[in-house]
């Protein structure tokens, strides 16, 4: 079984470890999420309702509102995707709008997940679920939630409604040394004190990488005397391992895609679905629950919920 993982964000500052610390990151992070989430799903309605005779009032039910008027999971999913067609078939959207509302839409989504995310731990955590649900059957009802097959065939849930109750995630472990930037060395083996500064003469590697600074591209000339802040300098950073965990470290460090084993497609939908666009219906449908981290090896490649879109 084979899935698509981020395993760690870069460019930004990994969240604290634990304590106090990392719960003020995760409110702080997870209720902005939860807030732009809002704003962009709203842009998105008013994008697909800006020729809409009653604007907003045109819009088929929410998905909270479907599950409060129906039990039976697959009288839901069809009622919903025929509201979706009947509200397309009553407002004729122009493309322009449409695809901006889809490209909104989808952000939106991402974000509210990236919110239930960080929030996970948290009484807001309701909030954001909701939220997630309410915005992916928007996306699957309005826009549609598709699995495409890969060149080799195979098939992938990249649903992230059906990938967001998959509750675990990865943290890495990454090793690298520690060296000192003024003279290269161990850190815990040179003479240098660190934030103290002293005075050295530049060089330059065989690659061109300037010893003063580390990079390719400077001011600094080999031979002339510069003063050096002697600071810790990571090198070499090699990754060793990846952990599945139930609170990664990196809390949007999660699944991207997960591989559908084609038999188990061939046993859902009593055919082979070859080459054909399938539709996901995960997003449409009443919650299923959560999958903790303990049961991850049995459902990695659960194909159910598909079906061929006609
Ligand atoms: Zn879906
Ligand atoms: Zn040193
Ligand atoms: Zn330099
Ligand atoms: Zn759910």
């Not at 470890?17 to 709203?42: D, H, M, V």
């Not at 992938?156 to 990865?170: D, E, I, K, P, T």
Request: aromatic content about 8%; charged content about 25%; hydrophobic content about 35%.
């Amino acid at each position: 079984m084979r899935f698509h993982a981020r395993i760690l964000t870069t460019g930004v500052p990994l969240p604290p470890a634990g304590g106090e610390l990392r719960r003020l990151y995760l409110f702080q992070e997870g209720t902005s999420a939860l807030k732009r989430a809002r704003k962009l799903y709203g842009q998105s309605l008013r994008a697909i309702t800006v020729r809409a005779d009653r604007g907003l009032l045109d819009l088929p039910p929410t998905y909270i509102e479907f599950l409060s008027r129906s039990s039976a999971s697959q009288t839901i999913v069809e009622r919903l995707l025929f509201s979706y067609r009947d509200f397309q078939d009553k407002v004729l959207v122009q493309d322009d709008d449409r695809n901006l509302a889809e490209r909104l839409a989808r952000q939106a989504l991402d974000v509210s997940i990236s919110a239930f995310n960080f929030l996970e731990d948290d009484i807001l955590s309701m909030a954001a679920h909701d939220l997630f649900h309410e915005i992916g059957a928007y996306v699957g009802g309005m826009f549609g939630c598709e699995l495409e097959a890969d060149k080799e065939g195979v098939y992938w849930n990249r649903c992230a409604v059906s990938l967001a109750h998959r509750r675990y995630g990865f943290s890495v472990g990454m090793s690298h040394d520690v060296l000192c930037s003024v003279c290269h060395e161990d850190i815990d083996d040179c003479k240098h004190f660190l934030g103290r500064t002293y005075p050295t003469e530049v060089t330059k590697t065989v690659e061109g990488k300037c010893g003063a600074c580390g990079r390719i591209e400077c001011a600094h000339e080999t031979g002339s005397i510069v003063e050096i802040y002697s600071q810790p300098v990571l090198s070499g950073p090699a990754l060793r391992e990846v952990t599945v965990t139930p609170r990664p470290r990196d809390p949007l460090a999660r699944l991207d895609a997960v591989e559908i084993a084609t038999s188990s497609l061939i046993e859902t939908l009593g055919q082979d679905p070859a080459g054909k666009k399938l539709r996901c219906t995960c997003c449409l449908e009443p919650c299923p629950g959560f999958i903790e981290t303990s049961s991850i090896i049995e459902r990695l490649g659960d194909g159910a919920n598909k079906r061929v879109d006609s």
